[in-house]
Each structure stands twice: as C-alpha cells, then as structure tokens.
C-alpha cells in the first residue's frame, strides 16, 4: 500500500508586489499651502505638493470663490481655500498627505483646541467631511518663514489676475 497524504493546507502563493501605478498612488505627499483674498467674495489658493521619490511633485494655484460674510472678519476664506486644496488633491489621486499651513486659527479649530465662529459651523463639518475622504490626511501649523515663497508667489498671481490683492 503506498499512500501519499495530501497537504492539509495548500501552499500558500509569494506576496504580491504592487504594480508601480499603485505604488506612486499609495505614496506620503507633503503639501505647503498658502490662501491669499483677493477682494471680495475671490480667493488664490497656492499649494506646492511634495511627494516621495518618483512621484508626482508641484505647485497648483487654484482660484475659488466665496460667500464672504462680514461677521466671519474673513476666516471664511481660510476654509474655502482649504477646500480647494483638499478637491485638487483628490483629484490628483492623493490618498495620504501632510498638509502644511500658516493659518493656525484653522489648524487649531480642525484639531478641537478652538471652536470655530458658529457661522463657521457648515464649513467646518464640510472641510472634516473632506479630511475624512482621504485614507489619512493631516493639516499643521507652519512657521509664516516655510510659507514665504510660496505666499509670495501667490500673492503675484493673484495681482495678475484680479488687479487687486487685499493683504
């Protein structure tokens, strides 16, 4: 009689390396972001994303709009701004990011040592929704000297483009 046993386990199969797509969408950025108003209700913001290397790294000015409202003494701005940073990233396939600002009053509101303005309140739990879209997404304050350049240069574009900064 010669009886073989089978193996109670199949054999198990080498790990899977992930194709080069996924790993330049699953890769840690940086991103420096800079919001400049640009008169009423406008708004440039300037973001200069850092990733790993090989990567996809840059700077995105993205003009936005909002609904200013005088009794906000221009926060709004802040979190509109913010958004548009967070839409473009997203459509860049960004999944996991750093974010740096100079805005410490937003920094200090998304991570609860703040409340927001309660006219803030519908911007606030919308830019969180967005946080959230990311697999992992974090905003921190930045010393106004990181940021220099980059406010600069938004600050120039934005004088290109609408004629009027308010500073």
């Known amino acids: 009689m010669n009886a073989t046993l089978a193996p109670s386990r199949p054999t198990l199969l080498p790990p899977r390396a992930l194709s080069r797509a996924r790993q330049h969408r699953d890769a840690d950025y940086q991103a420096n972001v800079a919001i400049i108003r640009c008169g009423p209700n406008r708004g440039v913001a300037g973001v200069q994303i850092l990733g790993a290397l090989g990567t996809q790294s840059g700077e995105h000015f993205i003009p936005f709009e909002v609904q200013e409202m005088p009794a906000m003494l221009g926060r709004d701005f802040g979190y509109a701004g913010m958004l548009a940073v967070l839409e473009r990233m997203r459509k860049l396939g ?33 830019l969180g929704c967005k946080l959230n879209e ?9 010393p106004d000297e990181r940021l220099a350049a980059l406010r600069e240069k938004t600050t120039a574009l934005a004088g290109s483009i609408y004629q009027e900064v308010a500073c």
């Open 134 to 142: 990311f697999v992992r997404a974090r905003v921190l304050a930045a």
């Open 94 to 126: 960004i999944r996991r990011v750093l974010i740096h600002s100079d805005d410490i009053a937003l920094v200090d509101e998304l991570d609860h040592r703040a409340e927001p303005h309660r006219e803030l309140t519908l911007p606030y739990i919308t």
